[in-house]
């Protein structure tokens, strides 16, 4: 730990003993407690003893009560009273405090931390107000000194901007506030949450609307645009902070918010087909034209002047099948969506960009799609296709995004969003009465020019329901 304090400790050492923090409380005691004798041995050395110093509160009243005495004999004596103070007062910044926060890491975990304007921060895995942590992947426990405890699912960006308030840029968390910390606050890009003795879950994303899910106790949120409107949470309730200041409630949501670190670290996905649209690669296509019928006339490109995307301009509905990707199970296609869809003004038809899955690439039509219509998110299963389907997060998005669908089984599906397997929100679960058989990827636009990139299936052990 004396390595760990000094940076001085090795890479391989240091998965050691975040392992050992991990799965030991006793060990992260010790911890905290080594930090904080560190912090004291190291100002102790300025001439300052902290480990003999009197608790503040009885220095400020013995204090107190001699300057009273002095002033009353004699009131020539108040100068000196004033210079006391302004002693004591040297004394109370000079008292040691222990970190404001401490955190450990899940492994595999990559974070870097900066203090307060880009300079370099403390030493050891804590946390001061000014300090700023970005983890590019894995999942944090925070550990803070009043009592609170926080998961954190990266990618995240956090800055402690006071001792009862954490901003969060992005990231997934999960937070356990006693009754001893009541007033603890998070604020996000979209909200101020103040916490009133409970256990909640934030949801923060670049292009996503922000959500707060409520399991225990209650929360206040204020919506810091538009109507700037307060909110109050109670447990088993969700809420997303609307773009116009309003408050809308949304399915609660358990899944994307650990209660512990992960104990290994993430398996590494294996591709089994990708595209991302660098050479033009068209001729792997079967593109159906449902207006006109046959094929596209010269309603999609890709890499059109090495724009190294996938352009569907469609007046009507337009489909692309790739001739040779499936989707088996425990597999996941995977798009990124380029374009916003919005609803045009005279039209009663609102335009879409979907995702399919069908099992004739050749035929004009799906066996299920998956759509968004002007931010609305719609499943439709095909005449001869019979299936149901469950919502757990069908907020509005901001393009650009990236959609994954996931085979649990024949016949059970996932929906998701989100840049990266750790950031995955659950949009929907969608199950087919029978087996769909074989079925191929593909993707259609309906009354508006879609863009995508990188269309992939992979296999991945962590692909969960």
């Not at 450990?104 to 370099?120: A, Q, R, Y």
């Not at 949470?233 to 512990?260: K, Q, S, Y």
């Not at 719609?378 to 996931?406: C, L, Q």
């Amino acid at each position: 730990m004396q390595d760990l304090l000094e940076g001085e400790l090795e890479a391989s050492a240091l998965d050691g003993l975040q392992q050992e923090l991990r799965e030991n409380p006793e060990a992260r005691e010790l911890y905290r407690e080594y930090v904080r004798l560190h912090n004291a041995l190291q100002i102790r050395s300025e001439d300052v003893d902290l480990l003999r110093v009197v608790p503040m509160d009885q220095v400020v009243e013995r204090s107190q009560r001699r300057v009273l005495r002095r002033v009353l004999r004699n009131s020539g004596m108040a100068a000196a009273a004033m210079l006391m103070i302004g002693a004591l007062m040297m004394i109370k910044i000079c008292i040691y405090e222990p970190p404001v926060l401490v955190f450990i890491t899940s492994p595999g975990s990559e974070f870097s931390l900066s203090g307060v304007d880009g300079e370099d921060s403390p030493d050891g895995m804590a946390i001061e107000v000014g300090t700023r942590r970005q983890v590019q992947c894995g999942t944090v426990e925070l550990n803070f000194g009043s009592g609170v405890r926080g998961i954190i699912r990266g990618p995240d960006d956090l800055t402690l901007h006071r001792k009862d308030l954490l901003h969060m840029n992005r990231g997934t968390g999960r937070f356990e506030v006693p009754e001893k910390a009541v007033g603890f606050m998070v604020s996000t890009p979209d909200l101020v949450l103040t916490d009133l003795a409970t256990v909640f879950g934030i949801l923060t994303q670049p292009n996503f609307l922000d959500e707060v899910h409520v399991f225990t106790g209650k929360v206040e949120v204020l919506n810091r645009y538009g109507l700037k409107n307060k909110q109050l949470i109670v447990a088993d309730e969700a809420w997303v902070a609307g773009p116009a200041g309003r408050w809308t409630e949304t399915p609660l949501l358990r899944d994307p918010f650990h209660t512990e670190l992960p104990k290994s670290a993430p398996a590494a996905a294996t591709v089994l087909f990708k595209d991302d649209f660098e050479t033009d690669t068209s001729g792997d296509y079967t593109s159906i034209d449902y207006d006109r019928g046959g094929a596209i006339k010269g309603g999609f490109a890709i890499d059109s002047a090495g724009s190294g995307v996938l352009e569907i301009r469609a007046s009507s509905a337009a489909q692309l099948v790739h001739r040779s990707s499936t989707l088996g199970g425990n597999e996941c296609f995977k798009t990124e969506w380029l374009t916003q869809v919005v609803a045009l003004r005279q039209s009663s038809s609102a335009p879409s960009s979907s995702q399919i899955l069908t099992d004739d690439p050749s035929k004009k039509r799906s066996s299920v799609r998956l759509r968004v219509d002007a931010g609305v998110f719609e499943i439709d299963f095909a005449r001869d296709f019979k299936g149901s389907y469950e919502w757990f997060n069908n907020s509005p998005y901001t393009a650009p995004e990236t959609f994954w669908v996931v085979r649990v089984s024949e016949t059970e599906f996932c929906w998701y969003r989100g840049a990266s397997e750790q950031e995955q929100v659950k949009i929907a679960e969608f199950t087919f009465d029978s087996d769909p058989g074989q079925l191929f990827v593909g993707l259609q636009a309906y009354m508006v020019t879609a863009r995508f990139d990188n269309l992939s299936v992979v296999e991945s052990p962590d692909s969960s329901e």
